[in-house]
């Protein structure tokens, strides 16, 4: 197999869309950088402070960076989110009250959150009485019957969508595909609509609270915090919405009034700042990635041809030993612990043992070059990320060698 051809002949197929996603990078970079300009930020706002921070303005600018961004009304971004799920846990318990039931519209949302949602004796939603529906997706998308079948018979005080697809084989909705449902869903119900944004921010020229979306969350070691950002989520939407998850982020009655944090505010903002040029590096690595890959008879989803609503490709390898071992290929050509090797381990909040590739500068951050899955049938891995792609092009040519050999 010529490597270099493959790779080559990828590139000038996909031409078109490859220019399309730094189209979108360009659109992006002005919006964020008129944000920064709008928002009047200065190098004042980088200080760290301590105690309960009642003055940190870099912590009230942070936020009204990605309001101005995500076009809402106020916003929290902040380090005191430990991951994507914590965020969305946040939120969940500042939006819903014990009695009340929320309905999700795109299947069981992503592993770690079930025990959030489901769990037994851990203080999950369902121990405070909090009920989660289920609305399964059709094979075309959200299964529009059903959802409306679920709002007419029920009252939700919140509406539910994981625009990434998770650990499951099927495209990240679109802004386009939400827009769609989130009108449809207005003809039932005027609760609350919650989208988890994680994978898909910068991938298109809107957000999900751009057509209608009434919160949006994600964490800041993915896209929006453009490999930079050291750990974090934001949460932005509507204000009386953000005013209960602020008093869930804090305490009842202090809500977003205090939060300080000692190191520099710097990295959140140049995170930021650089995120439309990041993903856009990334979705042209993922596009890489499934072109290459199909060419040699590998299933992918998004197939190289679909439009992405993220920056997630799923390969489908069929065999256990192949998918660890291109996997390991992915690590090994990271710029960070190249030499480790990684083994499936039971990882916290998952129901199966997983491997995960993940040679980053910020731990487990999805944005730069990685990969991961849980180890069970058809043995899909989930390859992500990527802060150039030119590191995204090295790699595919060291795991394509490393399939090859086998």
Not at 311 to 336: E, H, N, T, W, Y
Not at 356 to 385: H, K
């Amino acid at each position: 197999m010529d490597i270099d051809k493959l790779i080559k002949d990828t590139e000038n197929k996909y031409a078109e869309r490859f220019a399309e996603a730094d189209a979108v990078a360009l659109y992006n970079q002005e919006k964020v950088l008129d944000a920064f300009i709008n928002c009047r930020i200065s190098a004042g706002h980088f200080a760290p402070t301590t105690g309960y921070g009642y003055d940190d303005m870099g912590r009230e600018k942070l936020g009204q960076l990605f309001a101005g961004i995500m076009h809402t009304e106020a916003a929290i971004a902040s380090p005191h989110f430990a991951s994507g799920t914590h965020t969305i846990a946040c939120a969940l318990f500042g939006l819903l009250r014990p009695g009340q039931k929320a309905l999700s519209l795109s299947g069981m949302p992503y592993d770690t959150l079930r025990g959030v949602i489901f769990g037994e004796e851990n203080g999950s939603l369902h121990d405070f009485g909090i009920g989660f529906d289920i609305a399964e997706r059709s094979p075309g998308g959200f299964d529009k019957a059903r959802i409306a079948a679920m709002l007419s018979e029920e009252k939700y005080a919140l509406v539910y969508i994981q625009r990434s697809p998770g650990y499951e084989r099927r495209k990240a909705f679109s802004v386009a595909e939400i827009a769609e449902i989130v009108s449809f869903v207005r003809r039932f119900t005027d609760a609350p609509v919650a989208v988890d944004n994680c994978y898909g921010e910068f991938v298109e020229r809107e957000e999900p609270t751009d057509v209608g979306a009434d919160i949006v969350m994600g964490s800041l070691i993915k896209n929006p915090g453009g490999a930079i950002a050291p750990t974090g989520g934001y949460i932005a939407g509507k204000q009386e919405l953000m005013d209960k998850i602020g008093m869930r982020l804090t305490a009842p009655g202090v809500g977003t009034e205090i939060g300080s944090y000692e190191h520099t505010y710097r990295n959140f903002f140049q995170g930021l700042f650089l995120a439309p040029h990041i993903v856009a590096q990334a979705r042209k690595g993922g596009l890489l990635f499934a072109g290459a890959l199909e060419t040699l008879g590998y299933e992918v989803y998004p197939a190289a041809d679909d439009a992405s609503g993220d920056i997630v490709r799923v390969v489908d390898f069929g065999d256990k030993d192949k998918m660890l071992a291109f996997c390991r290929a992915v690590q090994a050509a990271s710029p960070i612990d190249a030499n480790a090797r990684p083994d499936p381990w039971a990882m916290p909040g998952y129901d199966d043992e997983v491997i995960m590739a993940s040679g980053s500068f910020v731990q487990g951050s999805s944005i730069e070059l990685s990969a991961d899955a849980p180890v069970r049938p058809p043995y899909s891995l989930y390859i992500q990320g990527g802060m150039t792609y030119e590191h995204a092009k090295i790699a595919l040519k060291r795991c394509l060698i490393s399939l090859n050999a086998r």
